[in-house]
């Protein structure tokens, strides 16, 4: 599975940013997508997933509420709204593809076998 992520730039507390992330090379049926987001200093942090056939989702508890993640069947890309965004949410996110995760592993990086090159996010106070 190739991924493309895209979407970040630099937005000032309390706005939003749409992240895309285009996939391609393989039937995503069986798949959990995910967006993971890591910032300068910090471990990656896993940040939301949905599996690709039934549209179930998961967030971390930081963005719960604010962040909305979503899944385009017939164009094979999965989004990330992100509002009322935070200094803390500045980071370089990527998006990630599971083939074999279960709902208790969603959130778990080494659940992922590929991962996109990543766009970086910037929020400004």
């Known amino acids: 599975v190739q991924l493309q992520a895209s979407g970040g730039g630099l937005v000032q507390a309390g706005g939003s940013l749409r992240l895309s992330c285009a996939a391609s090379g393989r039937t995503l049926s069986s798949y959990v997508m995910g967006w993971f987001r890591q910032a300068p200093g910090k471990e990656r942090e896993f940040v939301a997933a949905?599996?690709?056939?039934?549209?179930?989702?998961l967030y971390t508890d930081s963005v719960e509420g604010r962040f909305t993640i979503s899944r385009d069947k017939t164009k094979n890309m999965v989004y990330l709204q992100m509002n009322s965004l935070k200094p803390e949410d500045t980071a370089v996110y990527y998006c990630?593809?599971?083939?074999?995760?279960?709902?208790?592993?969603?959130?778990?990086?080494?659940?992922?076998?590929?991962w996109g090159q990543g766009t970086q996010v910037t929020v400004s106070s």
């Open positions: 949905v599996r690709w056939s039934v549209g179930i989702t």
């Open positions: 990630a593809a599971a083939p074999r995760a279960i709902t208790s592993t969603m959130g778990v990086p080494s659940s992922y076998d590929y």
